[in-house]
């Protein structure tokens, strides 16, 4: 019962990390005029508020060695609720960027905390579906802003309504402490076995990492720039309505979500090394869609196919992370992983951005098989090897 208990209540947390991903540039184009914003001010906010989050995932194996994942979970979560309280009363652009930074201290840490925690706990369909339920939550943080945005306070009661409910999982969290115990190692403990904890070089420097890592920096890269791009990429290369390109860049979140809904049940009888290749092979199928002179709706179909290939990757990435390194190094590593794929997140898209600024948008599905075949690559020479490693010992 407890352990149902708990996984529930990380599920709930996982919708909780979902909720404020999306909402400030659904909301900018009000946020902006009431503030008096140039358009501009949004990116360098998001930046903030992603290096705020690779900083607190690069810190996180040592915050949970030293506190332990559930009060690292409190804290974080309270920092995001703050945060999104804070959005709500700003008077001038400038409070964003200090909002900003507890927002993505608090969303770093705890991501890549949870992340391990359930890789070392729990079964490779309850990442899949934790990650689903992410999406839920990213969706879900749009929808509830849209429903403030016509009455009295506006945004601004949306932020606070998104706020109460982080603080309301705080609560949870706060009288659900004891369901945590004993599922860390202590500090003493560690000792006393005569470990510690591994620091971000050490792991850094271990065996085939840096093949992990820029499998993770090139999906984040993948992931990112079809998210912001393709609706842009329709538009301007397919010729489609502005309306229609939303709907079609939807449907690739919904892919992702969807896709990890279904991949929760296939990872009951396939490994996640299989589940990582396949996802990434139909991720070039979709790629492939765009670039081949199809009509445009079957194009547009190609970011739908790419939402559905990422679907598993990420999650199960993370899930072989003890597999692949031993449970003694996964916190570690399960923070530099985060750190890298929010930073091939991060810079993606404005990479394309640069590179199409030169040339033309044409370059999107380009781009996109470049990112796809590193990753793909890195991930099976990282496969590749971890089967020798395990042949040797």
Not at 256 to 270: D, V
Request: net charge positive; aromatic share 10%.
């Amino acid at each position: 019962m407890t352990v149902t208990t708990l996984l529930v209540i990380i599920y709930i947390a996982f919708i909780s990390l979902g909720l404020p991903d999306s909402i400030l540039g659904s909301v900018w184009p009000v946020i902006r005029m009431d503030l008096s914003a140039p358009v501009s001010l949004v990116g360098y906010a998001a930046m903030t508020v992603s290096a705020g989050t690779v900083i607190s995932s690069l810190l996180s194996n040592r915050l949970v060695a030293r506190f332990g994942t559930a009060k690292v979970t409190v804290v974080s979560v309270a920092m995001t609720a703050l945060a999104l309280l804070g959005y709500s009363l700003v008077g001038h652009a400038a409070f964003l960027f200090l909002w900003a930074i507890p927002l993505g201290l608090g969303a770093g840490s705890v991501d890549a905390a949870l992340n391990n925690f359930v890789a070392l706990h729990y079964k490779s369909m309850h990442m899949n579906w934790l990650h689903c339920f992410w999406g839920v939550g990213a969706t879900a943080g749009p929808l509830i802003m849209s429903l403030f945005l016509l009455q009295a306070g506006g945004w601004r009661t949306g932020y606070l309504v998104i706020s109460g409910l982080q603080f309301a999982l705080v609560v949870v969290l706060l009288t659900t402490m004891r369901l945590w115990e004993g599922k860390d190692p202590s500090p003493s403990r560690t000792t006393q076995q005569g470990q510690r904890v591994l620091t971000n070089k050490e792991a850094l420097d271990l065996p085939s990492v840096k093949l992990a890592l820029v499998s993770f920096v090139f999906f984040s890269v993948t992931e990112a720039t079809t998210g912001l791009w393709s609706s842009t990429y329709l538009v301007g290369v397919e010729g489609m309505a502005a309306t229609a390109a939303a709907r079609w860049t939807a449907s690739f979140y919904a892919g992702i979500t969807l896709g990890r809904l279904f991949s929760g049940f296939l990872s009951i009888k396939m490994e996640n090394s299989v589940l990582i290749r396949s996802g990434q092979l139909v991720c070039v199928l979709g790629a492939l869609l765009l670039l081949w002179p199809l009509p445009p709706t079957v194009s547009a179909l190609g970011f739908t196919v790419i939402g559905l290939g990422t679907a598993p990757i990420f999650p199960a990435m993370l899930h072989e992370t003890p597999s692949r390194f031993g449970s003694r190094a996964s916190g570690a590593i399960m923070g530099l992983q985060m750190a890298f794929a929010y930073t091939g997140g991060t810079l993606g898209s404005p990479l394309f951005g640069a590179l199409a600024s030169t040339t033309s948008l044409n370059l999107l599905p380009f781009f996109l098989l470049a990112a796809i075949a590193i990753m793909l690559i890195a991930s099976e020479l990282l496969n590749k090897r971890m089967a020798v490693s395990d042949k040797a010992d």
